[in-house]
């Protein structure tokens, strides 16, 4: 509207043109800003996957790799299987795992109204540790399973129940998102205390077998495993950007966001079914790997911000390219040796941690 310099009205018309104008092109600015970073999230997390794929113990490097991979002239047999059967199933691992625990994490965060919640300060990883040490001390499973699905459906039946236990209790009425927290972290010294009683009465063989376990793994998934992970990946992450509106509402406050109604107790449900899923899956498969769930939503959010509609998908690269240079740096760190990728994942996370909260910046 074009302000009519000279007349009464002109001030009063002319002012809120231009203002909303600037607020405008602030608004589009900050968008394409926040556009940008996320699509650097995604370049970085390529450069991670492709690095974490040019290395390991056979010393290929990157020209062979790719020659491996494309099927060129001069790979060798052994130099295609050991990428197709060993490098990529564990980058792609380290990937999806990565994305699923960081995605889980936000949405926790978010929900519970809480910047240290995750799969692993509220139980999801205790309760799946319970469920493996069954299966691997006590021999106690689902029955008719094939024995390599043992430990994985075990841990990921704990970890289903652990959160729906959660949703029971948040059911309750006068239990909000601050005694939900204190809920979990009662579950967290409960199965710690179940798992400890397991391992006390186990064999040797059997307690080294799930000490290993607890340190997490990536050479345990093959493609069956990958493709499990990938489709939670892809039911998840579509269904909880679908609700990135009412999540960013959430962020204002349970009031606030019923003001604007938002069904609060169908969206908590539906994103602890979320939760539950990715958790699940991803401790069931690689065992017990802590701080990615945590700290990729960190990152994401000084970043990007609350917007879910950024937060969401920053989150989820964050958390997959913190493991896939993790799973780099386990290969890297001890020259010939694999260290155990949740051993990683501490090392690197908590310094990182500890500065996101020097830095005092809002979670």
Known sequence: MTPRIGSSAAPAVAIPAAGSTERERSYRRMVHRRRMLVAALAGILLAGFVLDVANGPAGLGLERTIGALF?????????????????????????????????????????LDNPLASPFTLGVSSAASFGAALAMILGTSLPGLPPGWLVPANAFVFAFGSVFLLQALASRRGTGPDRLVLLGIAMVFTFNALVALVQFVASEAALQQFVFWTMGSLTRTGWAEIAVLAAALAVAF???????????????????????????????????????????????????????????????????????????????????????????????????????????????????????ILRGRPA
């Open 71 to 111: 099927g060129l002239e001069g790979a060798t047999r052994t130099e295609s299987l050991i990428l197709w059967s060993v490098r990529l199933p564990q980058a792609l691992t380290a990937l999806l795992v990565g994305a699923a625990l960081a995605l889980a994490g936000a949405e926790m965060q978010t929900i």
């Open 238 to 356: 579509p269904s909880a950007f679908a609700a990135r509106w009412r999540l960013t509402a959430l962020r204002f406050g349970e009031d606030r966001a019923r003001s604007f109604g938002v069904p609060v107790a169908r969206l908590r449900f539906t994103a602890l079914l979320r939760v539950s899923l990715l958790a699940g899956l991803a401790v069931a498969f690689v065992g017990t790997v802590g701080f990615i769930g945590l700290v990729g939503p960190h990152i994401a959010r000084l970043l990007v911000g609350e917007d879910h509609r950024f937060f969401l998908p920053a989150s989820l690269l964050t958390g997959a390219a913190i493991m896939s240079f993790a799973s780099l740096a386990g290969k890297l760190l001890v020259p010939g040796v694999m260290l155990p990728i949740g051993v990683v994942t501490s090392l690197v996370g908590i310094p990182i941690f500890v500065a996101l």
